[in-house]
């Protein structure tokens, strides 16, 4: 059983910078990806950023393209999101979401077989 639980989420002004954290048990890393969806209130889940295949392969949504990177850490079964040059557009809820058995990542929510419970993270001007 795939289990991720995410931690760092906050409140920053705008500009400021964040890092959060997703710690995946139960997870094989190999045809696998994880990634970082966001939802806003009134708004659809959205990727964020993805990583495949233990880090091999890594994907941005252009919005954040520039300012987000997503990494992991294979030794110590988490995968990052640092986050920089935060704007009030970034306030959302952050999802950590694992996709199994797969060959390719996904911006389609519903193509992630495991979720965390998500961070919040709020940006104000």
């Known amino acids: 059983q795939v289990q991720l639980v995410e931690s760092g989420g906050g409140s920053v002004q705008a500009g400021g910078s964040l890092k959060l954290s997703c710690a995946v048990s139960?997870?094989?890393?190999?045809?696998?990806?994880l990634a970082w969806f966001r939802q806003a209130p009134g708004k659809e889940r959205e990727g964020v950023a993805l990583?495949?295949?233990?880090?091999?392969?890594?994907t941005y949504a252009d919005s954040v393209s520039g300012r987000f990177a997503i990494s992991q850490d294979n030794t110590k079964n988490t995968v990052y999101l640092q986050m920089h040059a935060l704007k009030t557009e970034d306030t959302a809820m952050y999802y950590c979401?694992?996709?199994?058995?797969?060959?390719?990542?996904?911006?389609?929510?519903?193509?992630?077989?495991?979720w965390g419970q998500g961070t919040q993270v709020t940006v104000s001007s």
């Open positions: 990583i495949y295949g233990g880090g091999g392969s890594t």
């Open positions: 979401a694992a996709r199994v058995a797969a060959d390719s990542c996904s911006w389609q929510w519903y193509e992630y077989n495991y």
């Open positions: 139960g997870y094989t890393y190999g045809r696998n990806c």
